[in-house]
């Protein structure tokens, strides 16, 4: 109902005047504070920093689901390698120069399609948060570890656990056993859930780090360092579910 109709109804003898008592009269308006600004403000950098959030863990699940892929597709390769080679696994005997436990690439890539010289662009064998930790720069980008991110389990330094050369059934446990492994696992560090950010150092027990294991299968698991000696350097103790040794 207008003014007009309001003002008769209560009498007023001119609707007109009604009219010009309402005109006169200000809106009420709700203000906005300086406490209202902050509010708001407040609300969109939450929401800046939970979308930043959001894409860094879609981001680092990416990274560890290619680096997982790499693992698989190198694990497939070194059984194919065997099965070609008396189901023998990579070994200590190389016509390379380099350690086994990284220029077994040279043995097992053209399993994967690659029959050119060993490269950076060798994607397979690159894990996209490599951060290397004993020269500097990537493993993958560097030509000493054969531009590869991945070791096969086959250390062959005095005393070190390895399966390198082992026939596949001389391996008691397949599903147990580490065939291959990204390189910080060595250490233990970790690229993917790191205690330790970007830093290689120090080394710290249960890094996690992504590995496939003779059976084929890749995953995470936490790696164990008794505090002094490479984690290479022995099968862990009681209660973790991997092991380098083949029996």
Not at 4 to 21: D, I, V, Y
Not at 158 to 181: D, Q, R
Request: aromatic fraction near 10%; glycine fraction near 8%.
């Amino acid at each position: 109902m207008n003014a007009r109709c309001k003002a008769m109804e209560r009498g007023h003898s001119s609707p007109q005047a009604a009219w010009n008592k309402t005109r006169g009269q200000k809106c009420p308006r709700s203000a906005f504070t300086g406490l209202d600004l902050i509010a708001v403000v407040s609300a969109c950098v939450i929401l800046v920093v939970l979308g930043q959030a959001a894409r860094m863990r879609a981001r680092s699940q990416a990274q560890m689901k290619v680096c997982q892929n790499n693992l698989g597709q190198i694990g497939k390769a070194v059984l194919e390698f065997a099965h070609e080679n008396g189901s023998k696994l990579p070994g200590a005997l190389q016509t390379q120069s380099g350690d086994p436990w990284w220029f077994y690439k040279e043995q097992v890539k053209i399993h994967m399609g690659l029959t050119t010289p060993s490269s950076e662009e060798d994607r397979a064998f690159a894990c996209p948060v490599d951060r290397g930790y004993s020269d500097p720069g990537p493993f993958c980008k560097n030509s000493r570890f054969d531009y590869s991110s991945y070791v096969l389990n086959a250390v062959t330094l005095n005393g070190a656990p390895n399966i390198a050369g082992w026939g596949i059934s001389e391996i008691s446990e397949p599903k147990k056993t580490l065939l291959a492994m990204e390189w910080c696992a060595h250490a233990p560090l970790s690229w993917h859930r790191s205690r330790t950010g970007k830093a290689n150092a120090p080394f710290y027990c249960d890094a996690e780090g992504l590995v496939v294991f003779v059976d084929g299968h890749a995953e995470m698991i936490p790696i164990y360092y008794d505090g002094f000696n490479a984690a290479y350097t022995r099968d862990p103790i009681a209660g973790y579910r991997y092991r380098y040794s083949g029996r």
